[in-house]
């Protein structure tokens, strides 16, 4: 290989891990939303379990979904707590790397 072709491989390889260490991050708290989707899921009315999440939001330092942005429905005698966001990453000039998360209690 030559010093070229290695300065080139050194350069993509640094883009990428530019790029995944702010991906990481998103997908942590990815990780901590459902979780405290989980545990707001325990709560009896639409308010309890906006509570439930807001107190675990603010313990897990959650800023990309608060409470009011959760769906709360019922499935049988089971509370089904839903989310859904995006993050945008800004990666240079125009350009963003859209993260959309999805998920439910369930």
Not at 8 to 36: D, S
Request: aromatic share 8%; no cysteine; charged share 15%.
């Amino acid at each position: 290989m030559t010093f070229i072709g290695l300065l080139v491989v050194g350069g993509l390889l640094a883009i990428a891990g530019l790029i995944a260490a702010q991906v990481f991050p998103t997908y942590i708290e990815y990780l901590a939303v459902q979780k405290a989707a989980k545990k707001a899921a325990a709560g009896t009315t639409v308010a309890d379990v906006r509570s439930i999440f807001d107190k675990a939001a603010q313990i897990d330092d959650i800023r990309s979904i608060s409470g009011k942005d959760l769906e709360v429905g019922k499935q049988g005698n089971n509370v089904v707590v839903s989310f859904s966001y995006q993050r945008e990453i800004h990666l240079a000039g125009p350009a963003y790397l859209v993260m959309k998360y999805a998920g439910s209690s369930q």
